[in-house]
């Protein structure tokens, strides 16, 4: 990529970056061991060909791991997952071409790619410290701008493709974890629709600051699961046992996270989990996100009482989680939801 391409990060977060320096010199040093990962992990692995074994053990087995991985990491790694290598290769190529585009393209023509208004976005707006910057681009694209889309190009074609594979992943997993947790549920069909789910095509351009920036700052997803192909260049980090860990790529999986609306809808059982992604000082990375998302009008409840979180809509929590943005430069999420009389609740 070149500077034509890339968004003005140096210039945008210029006051921020001179004032971590300016306090590096009157520390002598700022420790930055938070940003320092302990170890590299591999996610645990679940092949998705056992669900299709005639034997209703080995089927029971992979669905106990889905929910159990699902519990104690909030993350896990799926293979044999329907999508070939080849679409994930032609996914690359498709993902270079879009974000080589000049700068100015991406952010004032937005229909240049068909996608809608307000799909291209970098960086971090609301960032009030070094620590809530994000050194990244993304289009975040609605599903409908994908599926079924009037006009024919290699992008387009590649995208459905993959897009139709892991809506229907998606809801697989989600009704696995549903019957887990002892209910047979069609929510997830009726709730989460092509025009409700999202694509996000991601970019991480290098980092040249010497003291670690987020290529996306530590966050929780506000949906219900997340798809995840990523490149091998690795960036991906979460939040284990009370430490960072680095997430080693898989070159044949998709990694699964689940939500806040999922921790939320199973009483806490399944975890969303913190997570962020770190630049590479040499190297962009590319990444590619599939967000299983309800209707705004969707309420949000508990399947287990005594309920943890109280009601809500999904159109209240996301208001919530940008005016939180907006004020104070991150998201707080679920704790704003609590049944008792927390803090947050005030």
Not at 29 to 37: A, I, Q, S, W
């Given at each position: 990529?070149?500077?034509?391409?890339?968004?003005?990060?140096?210039?945008?977060?210029?006051?921020?970056?001179?004032?971590?320096?300016?306090?590096?010199?009157?520390?002598?040093?700022?420790?930055?061991?938070?940003?320092?990962?302990?170890?590299?992990?591999?996610?645990?692995?679940?092949?998705?060909?056992?669900?299709?074994?005639?034997?209703?053990?080995?089927?029971?087995?992979?669905?106990?791991?889905?929910?159990?991985?699902?519990?104690?990491?909030?993350?896990?790694?799926?293979?044999?997952?329907?999508?070939?290598?080849?679409?994930?290769?032609?996914?690359?190529?498709?993902?270079?071409?879009?974000?080589?585009?000049?700068?100015?393209?991406?952010?004032?023509?937005?229909?240049?790619?068909?996608?809608?208004?307000?799909s291209y976005r970098w960086g971090a707006p609301s960032a009030t410290c070094i620590g809530q910057l994000s050194w990244?681009?993304?289009?975040?694209?609605?599903?409908?701008?994908?599926?079924?889309?009037?006009?024919?190009?290699?992008?387009?074609?590649?995208?459905?493709?993959?897009?139709?594979?892991?809506?229907?992943?998606?809801?697989?997993?989600?009704?696995?974890?549903?019957?887990?947790?002892?209910?047979?549920?069609?929510?997830?069909?009726?709730?989460?629709?092509?025009?409700?789910?999202?694509?996000?095509?991601?970019?991480?351009?290098?980092?040249?600051?010497?003291?670690?920036?987020?290529?996306?700052?530590?966050?929780?997803?506000?949906?219900?699961?997340?798809?995840?192909?990523?490149?091998?260049?690795?960036?991906?980090?979460?939040?284990?046992?009370?430490?960072?860990?680095?997430?080693?790529?898989?070159?044949?999986?998709?990694?699964?996270?689940?939500?806040?609306?999922?921790?939320?809808?199973?009483?806490?059982?399944?975890?969303?989990?913190?997570?962020?992604?770190?630049?590479?000082?040499?190297?962009?990375?590319?990444?590619?996100?599939?967000?299983?998302?309800?209707?705004?009008?969707?309420?949000?409840?508990?399947?287990?009482?005594?309920?943890?979180?109280?009601?809500?809509?999904?159109?209240?929590?996301?208001?919530?989680?940008?005016?939180?943005?907006?004020?104070?430069?991150?998201?707080?999420?679920?704790p704003r939801f609590l049944t008792h009389d927390g803090t947050w609740n005030i």
């Amino acid at each position: 990529m070149d500077s034509v391409s890339d968004p003005p990060f140096q210039e945008a977060y210029k006051i921020l970056f001179d004032k971590t320096r300016d306090n590096i010199r009157e520390n002598n040093g700022v420790d930055y061991d938070e940003l320092v990962v302990a170890e590299e992990c591999e996610l645990p692995v679940i092949d998705l060909s056992r669900l299709e074994e005639s034997d209703e053990v080995v089927r029971e087995e992979c669905k106990s791991h889905i929910a159990r991985a699902s519990q104690e990491w909030g993350f896990f790694q799926v293979v044999n997952h329907g999508i070939s290598s080849e679409i994930f290769s032609r996914l690359r190529c498709e993902q270079e071409k879009v974000f080589k585009q000049p700068f100015e393209k991406k952010t004032k023509e937005d229909k240049f790619l068909n996608f809608s208004a307000g799909s291209y976005r970098w960086g971090a707006p609301s960032a009030t410290c070094i620590g809530q910057l994000s050194w990244s681009e993304a289009f975040h694209i609605p599903l409908t701008d994908i599926l079924g889309s009037t006009r024919s190009n290699s992008l387009s074609s590649t995208i459905e493709q993959y897009a139709t594979t892991v809506s229907s992943l998606a809801q697989t997993l989600a009704d696995i974890l549903a019957e887990k947790m002892g209910h047979k549920s069609t929510f997830f069909k009726e709730n989460c629709l092509p025009d409700t789910c999202y694509l996000r095509l991601n970019r991480y351009p290098p980092c040249p600051i010497a003291f670690g920036i987020h290529g996306l700052m530590p966050h929780t997803d506000s949906d219900f699961l997340t798809i995840l192909y990523q490149d091998q260049v690795g960036g991906l980090q979460l939040v284990k046992d009370g430490k960072w860990i680095a997430v080693k790529p898989n070159p044949d999986a998709l990694i699964i996270n689940i939500g806040d609306l999922f921790q939320a809808w199973s009483n806490g059982v399944y975890k969303s989990v913190e997570h962020r992604v770190m630049n590479n000082p040499k190297l962009e990375r590319f990444s590619m996100a599939y967000f299983l998302c309800p209707s705004d009008d969707t309420v949000i409840e508990s399947c287990r009482e005594p309920s943890v979180y109280r009601k809500f809509s999904f159109r209240e929590y996301r208001k919530q989680v940008r005016d939180d943005v907006q004020k104070l430069g991150s998201k707080i999420g679920l704790p704003r939801f609590l049944t008792h009389d927390g803090t947050w609740n005030i």
